[in-house]
Each structure stands twice: as structure tokens, then as C-alpha cells.
């Protein structure tokens, strides 16, 4: 089956699912179906990007977006797009996606992260203390089209290395690249068996051997204090960072707008016993959604303090919020970050998803995508915040030797290993969920679809610059109110 999404549909209902029925067809039939999909929606198409005349207005779908956000935070995150071409890219979920649902599709469904570009990738450490390299934004996740992940993990590239100054060969060989090993990985996928794609994971130290001859002196030297840096990030570091010691208790400092401690946002309107009640009651219902070991680990700990933490670029405006816990004694902190979970850019286009808590759904996804997981990885519904709306969050820890490149100190050859680590990555991810074995088939052996996904990238990022350009109009014209340096 195979699927042309329609410019900016009605409402959709259950469109994509994830498909149970490879498990019910042998290896040669997934791949005949793979086969069928390519001669229906060839690999050439994927090329195609052609907006038409009504194609929706980028800054009044931000714009739109906007109405369920902070409306203090809302000119900070239009200020943190505004600084390149690449951060209004990285806000710009929503467009892109409402772009895409144009472009064709093979049918073949997978649990997409539906906002897979190249800052949403990164290290982190393990349940069995390893680090590990894997995606780690799943805000927007939904069953949907491979292909969409690919496309805006290909355009991040292209739009990052215009942003370095990369000349346009290098930057076609990044991308080139970067999509080609998709593919090698998934057809390598296509012949493993079903536990071995499960245990599949990038181990860093074995990234980093893997790469050891294609990366100069000074990238392995960034590549190595960028992991011993990774493995200093954990609560204590937070607790160092982020409080100050009050009547023998840690207290988060404040630095508003960025960082607001709970007791500047009661203030004088809500009895601070009243909402350590409260939230010691939220707190219990996120336990409910871990597993059981990890509850009876989390019922160890106790409420200190929690504050409003601004995160990101384009989650900034959601209700984010950072809780100190302590076990045994101050000595024994535990940092959470509990984060909105709003509707994924991608229902309008892809169906509602099967999840009443959006927090669920971002458990859910993250599970299905990741190799490892962070082990206090759960959500919860708030029934009634400080304005009196209900609300879903998923939580996890604020550090767990949590580790990102750094995209503008990249050099073409540390952005091309990144950039295919990353599509390695992405096919994992994807094979997880969906029929690798079609999927595969439908890639072929030959280099058709990264030819295709380079002219979409370059196309795109030309539409991206128009966009950033748009939004920079608007807030030099006073139209649009954006806050810089924050």
C-alpha cells in the first residue's frame, strides 16, 4: 500500500498504525511488498518539493502553536529561532510537517520521531552505565512515515552546513552520506534476526573505534572530552549548579525567565504545604507509570523543591519543570525534568494518536525507538495546574550523563561521520518498529533515494531560509515580539 498525503488534510483519524503483519508473512513476501510500494511510488519522487500557492504560512502556524504556551516565554522562543537559519529549523516542527504531508510516501509505517534532526541525536548513559549514542527527543513522536524522519534529518545537515560554510560539494557529500548509510543500515537490519535488531545499540566507545581513521587529531580530541564531560552530567553536578543551601536545605536559585523556583510562582496564592501536597500526590501518580522496580527505587526519595525551567528551542513555552529529590541524606540527590506533552506536530496530518495522555505517548514512542532508556522514563496527567488546566507530562532525569555535539565547532569531516552515525541510528530506530525487510526492499542496492533526498534537502533548506527570513521581517516590524540573548 501506498500512500500521497494531501496538503494540510481535515481531521484524520488512525491514518498510520504500526503494521503487526510482517510477523505473519515470510522474509520473501515483506520484500515482494517492499518491491510493490517502489513500483508504485518511485525512489525518484522522493526528490520532489514543490509548495503550492496556498502553501500554509509558517510564522502564523508558530504563531497558532503558540496559543497553548507560556505566553511570558512565548518572545524567547521566537528570540532563540531567530539566531540562524539552523535554530528557526530546529522550532519549526510544525511547518515542516505540514510541508512534508505533501510530499509521497511508500505506506510503510513506522514509530517516527517526527522531529529528527541532527541536535535531537546525542549521548547519554545506559541502565547498565554505558554511554550511548541514540535519538533523545521524542516530543513529537507518532506511528507516521519513514521517510519524513529521513527528510528532516537530511535538510538539518544541509541547513547546518550552509550554516558552517561548507561548500556546496562537501555539504552534498554530508548528506549523500548521511542517507546512504540509512539505507545500508536498514537493509543490514532487513537480514538480522528480530533479537538481534533489539539488542542493536552504538555503543560510543565502539562509535568511536568504528570511526577511529576517519576523524583528524584534534576531532578525536573533541570527540573524548565531549565523553568524559557526558559522564560528569548527573544530579550532583545539577544540584552544584542549579541550588544554594537554605535553613539547611538545597533551594533552587532564580534566574528568571529561564529558571523560576516554585515559591516565586505561588507566591502568596497557594499555601506552599498545600502544594508540596499536591505535587508529592503527581509524583506518586508518575511512579504508578514506571516499572516496578524503578517505583520501589523512586519511593526511596523525597520532595525538596521543584522550579519552571526553560529547555530547548522549540518546546520553549511549555510547562517544563525541574524537582529535587533527596534519598538517604543531602548527599543523595535525584534531579527530574517533568515536561508538557502537547499533541504531536504530526496528528493533523497523520491521524490522532491511540494515547489519552500525550505523556504516554511520548513514553511509548521513546521506548519502541531507544536501545536504553532512562530508567525513571514516565508520565502523568495533572488534572488541574496553576491556571486550573489539565495537562499530561512525561518525565525522566534532568542529567543522566547526558552529552550533544556541538554543530557549529563541526568541520565537514566530523559533521559527515556525525551525520552518518545518525542515519545509522535513525534506521535502528526505525527497524524496531517497522517492516525493515520491506522498507529495505523498497531502498534497493543502488544510490537512487540519497540522490532523491539531496535534492529535497537543498530544496529545503532554500525554503528554510526564506522562512527564518520571514520570521526576522516580522519581529524587525514589531509584529511579532521575540526576545534575544535568552
Known amino acids: ?83 540562524s537559519p539552523f535554530t528557526y529549523f530546529r522550532g519549526a516542527a510544525l511547518p515542516m510537517a505540514a510541508d512534508l ?6 505506506g510503510l509505517s513506522v514509530q517516527a520521531c517526527g522531529d529528527a534532526h541532527l541536535s535531537n541525536f546525542g549521548v547519554f548513559g545506559s541502565p547498565e552505565r554505558r554511554l550511548v549514542f541514540d535519538v533523545n527527543d521524542f516530543d513529537e513522536t507518532m506511528p507516521g512515515p519513514w521517510e519524513w524522519d529521513v527528510k528532516r534529518l537530511a535538510a538539518s545537515l544541509e541547513v ?34 528480530d ?51 537554605v535553613d539547611g536545605q538545597p ?39 514506571l516499572q516496578t522496580d524503578r517505583k520501589y527505587l523512586l519511593e526511596q526519595f523525597e520532595f ?3 522550579a519552571r525551567k526553560v529547555v530547548g528551542v522549540g518546546s520553549v513555552g511549555t510547562r517544563c519543570w525541574i524537582i529535587l529529590l533527596l534519598g538517604r541524606d543531602g548527599s543523595d540527590p535525584l534531579f527530574l525534568q517533568v515536561k508538557e ?50 495537562r499530561d507530562f512525561y518525565g525522566r532525569q534532568l542529567r543522566d550523563w547526558k552529552g550533544a555535539a556541538d554543530i557549529d565547532q563541526m568541520a565537514p569531516e566530523g559533521m559527515g561521520a556525525y551525520g552518518r552515525l545518525c542515519g545509522w541510528t535513525l534506521a535502528r530506530a526505525h527497524a524496531r518498529s517497522g517492516d525493515r525487510i520491506a522498507i529495505a526492499s523498497y531502498l534497493g542496492g543502488g544510490t537512487t533515494f540519497e540522490r532523491a533526498i539531496l535534492d529535497f534537502s537543498q530544496a529545503y533548506a532554500e525554503q528554510n531560509a526564506d522562512d527564518y527570513q520571514r520570521l526576522v521581517d516580522a519581529a524587525a516590524s514589531g509584529s511579532l515580539d521575540a526576545r534575544t540573548g535568552l
Open 1 to 83: 500500500m501506498s500512500v500521497t498525503m494531501a496538503a494540510r488534510p481535515g481531521k484524520v483519524t488512525q491514518r498510520y498504525r504500526l503494521d503487526s503483519a510482517p510477523g505473519q508473512l515470510t522474509p520473501e513476501e515483506r520484500a515482494v511488498r517492499g518491491k510493490a510500494a517502489r513500483a508504485e511510488v518511485p525512489l525518484e519522487s522522493h526528490a520532489e518539493f514543490d509548495p503550492p500557492p496556498n502553501r500554509p504560512d509558517p510564522i502564523s502556524l508558530l504563531e497558532a502553536q503558540a496559543q497553548t504556551r507560556l505566553p511570558d516565554l512565548v518572545p524567547v522562543r521566537y528570540g532563540r529561532m531567530m539566531v
Open 160 to 193: 547546518a552546513a550552509r550554516g558552517r560554510g561548507f561548500p556546496a560539494k562537501k555539504r552534498a557529500a554530508i548528506v549523500a552520506a548521511t542517507v546512504a548509510r540509512y539505507r545500508q543500515a536498514m537493509r543490514m537490519f532487513a537480514g538480522q534476526t
Open 251 to 289: 533551594r533552587i536559585i532564580s534566574d528568571p525567565p529561564l529558571l523560576i523556583p516554585i515559591d516565586e510562582l505561588i507566591a502568596e496564592r497557594v499555601d506552599r504545604a498545600e502544594f508540596v501536597k499536591q505535587i508529592t500526590g503527581l509524583i506518586g501518580g508518575y511512579r504508578r507509570s
Open 304 to 306: 525538596c523543591d521543584m
Open 341 to 390: 506533552a502537547e499533541a504531536s506536530v504530526m496528528e493533523e496530518f497523520v491521524g490522532e494518536s491511540e494515547f489519552a495522555n500525550h505523556g504516554e505517548r511520548v513514553v511509548t514512542g521513546q521506548r519502541l525507538m531507544q536501545a536504553a532508556s532512562d530508567i525513571f522514563l514516565g508520565w502523568v496527567h495533572q488534572p488541574s495546574g496553576l491556571d486550573g488546566q489539565a
Open 101 to 106: 504531508a505533501i510530499t509521497p510516501v511508500s
Open 195 to 245: 533479537l538481534a535488531v533489539w539488542y542493536a545499540r552504538a555503543d560510543i566507545e565502539e562509535v568511536r573505534q568504528q570511526f577511529q581513521g576517519q576523524l583528524g587529531a584534534k576531532q578525536h580530541k573533541r570527540l573524548d572530552k565531549g565523553m568524559a564531560k557526558a559522564r560528569t552530567r548527573d544530579s550532583m553536578q545539577e544540584v552544584a549548579k542549579l541550588t544554594r543551601e
